[in-house]
């Protein structure tokens, strides 16, 4: 066994793995950023080394000081979690030359596997099936527009290099080819330095169902079955489960099958999972391989009983996988919900604030992985999670009752999280039948059910708050028992914001309501933190309602800054690469007075 194991990540993946090093009596290392000092996995860890600034590219992204921070720390081995380094093949390689020993899969695996066009070549020669489209990457939007009348419309624009949704644009007809062509090359030289896209016909309202698979080095690949990640927003998960409403005993061996070819063809080693798209007529279609632990391996974890990061570290030993295909077995239903700082009412815009409380559910079936506590500060330059809550029940109903009831539990304050979408949208008819919910995701109703649910206060809380002025309170952190009638209530003082806050949001909203100035001069703001990727008007243009101005990235999201209404760009103040803040004037649209 190792003696010690650094994680090259944050958050609750660094923290759930080292749990289980823990579990093997094996010593863990955390490396953080500047905006990280106060984080919960560096207090976690049993020693802890800075690598850097906060920007990404200046710390968890840094292979050569991870690497220099490895061997100063005395580790045989580093795990990288998801995201950031997991699936880079460069970084795997210079952990092996410095001769530590890498949890995951092989280089090779990796890079054949990350280059999309190359894995879909390999998965067609190995006889896995793939979605119709290219191979090779799409160079122009002449190209593209070709393919759309060779294989029809829609069309799916995917980062050859992608993954994580990133990098995917849709194109329903031609005039939307040039926009979306342009879209996912940026993406995907942006977040995994490779423009390269190549093209899928759009398969309109499939499930999305992944495998899990567990492969060594003695030969041995298995198979976990399968988890349903439909419920995306963005082509981004909120929702998992395994196993999928939509897949029965016969369907699941053929698509575990699948699986397990694919991990063969590609000399796989370690966790690994298979991304797949299952038709309403039952055709399955190999998408991509995620060559690492995924975010929701928490599910199956649930049904089987296995820790896959322990799976994870065994085979990084050179053990045997630890079961036989014959010998798994899946028990009971478990969901997962991501407990994300979006704002749901504002189009799932990240919402990076300061926890002020915070309480996790607990109870029969539940599990919290959770990277935040009750003090720390929900950053705007990383991914917005705060928590991925998991329940595990005996069947579907079961583990969806159960959901709502720990989703009820879940107190978080501060930033504005989806704990209201989801008991909205596990309560909602098309959750409950086991359904895609297509188009249900960012609608209205969904909206507007989540902001009701959102203002409940959680059981064994402060049950009112009491609130006052007209313009809503400031929470003042004093609770006081009352009783009226006999019965007990807990009341939550709160005091009026102070008289310049609401001077503040009113101009806020005479500004975006168009009464900025004189002339019909109008502000654009920006509806988040961020930095700006690109700028797609320039001073002196004409725009019309709806036409993009600018690109803001916030919490690893592309976010499109739009002209609410026609007139004249002046007053431009922003460039590719500058940061801006929540309601930062972007430009003023500026026209002539109505003669």
């Not at 093949?89 to 999309?116: N, Q, T, Y």
């Not at 607990?362 to 991914?383: C, H, I, K, L």
Request: proline content about 6%.
């Amino acid at each position: 066994m190792f003696d010690k194991v650094l994680v090259a990540n944050r958050g609750e993946i660094a923290i759930r793995v080292f749990r289980t090093l823990r579990e093997l009596g094996v010593g863990s290392v955390a490396v953080y950023s500047e905006a990280d000092r106060a984080a919960l996995h560096v207090a976690f860890a049993d020693e802890s080394f800075l690598i850097g600034p906060p920007p990404a590219a200046e710390s968890y992204l840094r292979i050569d000081r991870i690497v220099e921070t490895a061997q100063r720390a005395g580790a045989q081995a580093v795990h990288p979690g998801y995201g950031f380094l997991a699936e880079n093949a460069d970084f795997a390689r210079a952990v092996e030359e410095a001769g530590l020993v890498w949890i995951g899969p092989p280089p090779a695996a990796i890079e054949l596997m990350g280059s999309k066009t190359a894995a879909r070549t390999a998965m067609q020669a190995a006889g896995v099936p793939i979605i119709p489209g290219t191979t090779d990457p799409v160079g122009s939007v002449t190209e593209l527009l070709a393919l759309g009348e060779e294989i029809g419309y829609p069309l799916l624009i995917k980062a050859a290099a992608g993954g994580g949704g990133k990098g995917m644009e849709e194109v329903h007809t031609p005039k939307d080819a040039e926009r979306a062509f342009e879209t996912a090359r940026r993406q995907g030289q942006s977040y995994f330095a490779n423009p390269d896209v190549y093209v899928e016909k759009l398969i309109v309202d499939p499930r999305h169902v992944e495998v899990q698979v567990l492969a060594d080095a003695h030969g041995n690949v298995i198979h976990l079955g399968e988890r349903d990640c439909t419920i995306q927003r963005r082509h981004q998960k909120l929702v998992e489960e395994t196993p999928s409403p939509a897949v029965g005993e016969e369907l699941r061996a053929r698509i575990g099958q699948i699986g397990v070819d694919a991990a063969r063809a590609c000399g796989y080693r370690s966790a690994g999972t298979i991304e797949g798209l299952l038709t309403a007529c039952g055709d399955y279609f190999f998408m991509e391989m995620n060559t690492r632990i995924q975010v929701e391996h928490t599910v199956t974890e649930l049904v089987t009983g296995l820790d896959l990061v322990r799976e994870q570290v065994l085979v990084a030993l050179g053990e045997p996988l630890s079961l036989t295909q014959e010998q798994v077995e899946l028990r009971g239903h478990a969901i997962e919900c991501r407990i994300n700082a979006e704002d749901v009412s504002r189009g799932f815009l990240p919402a990076p604030a300061p926890v002020t409380g915070y309480r996790e559910p607990s109870g029969p079936g539940v599990r919290v992985d959770s990277g935040v506590a009750a003090g720390n500060e929900v950053s705007g330059v990383y991914d917005p999670m705060i928590a991925k809550l998991i329940v595990h029940g005996v069947d579907r109903e079961h583990a969806r009752r159960r959901m709502l009831r720990a989703l009820d539990e879940f107190w978080i304050e501060g930033p504005a999280t989806l704990v209201g979408f989801h008991k909205a949208l596990l309560s909602h008819e098309c959750f409950v039948r086991g359904e895609t919910c297509h188009g249900l995701v960012e609608s209205e109703e969904l909206a507007a059910r989540a902001a009701e649910l959102a203002s409940e206060t959680p059981p064994g809380l402060p049950g009112t708050t009491v609130v006052a002025g007209r313009n809503g309170g400031r929470p003042v952190g004093r609770v006081r028992p009352v009783e009226v009638d006999g019965r007990r209530f807990e009341v939550r003082l709160a005091e009026p914001e102070p008289e310049w806050v609401e001077l503040a949001r009113r101009r806020r909203e005479r500004v975006r309501a168009g009464g900025g100035g004189p002339g019909g001069r109008d502000a654009v703001v920006s509806p988040m933190q961020g930095t700006v990727l690109s700028v797609a008007a320039a001073e002196g243009d004409e725009v019309e309602a709806g036409q993009v101005i600018c690109i803001v990235e916030a919490m690893k999201m592309e976010n499109e800054v739009h002209a609410h209404r026609a007139g004249t760009i002046s007053e431009l103040s922003v460039a590719a690469g500058q940061p801006v803040s929540t309601g930062q004037v972007i430009c003023v649209l500026a026209s002539e007075p109505a003669e």
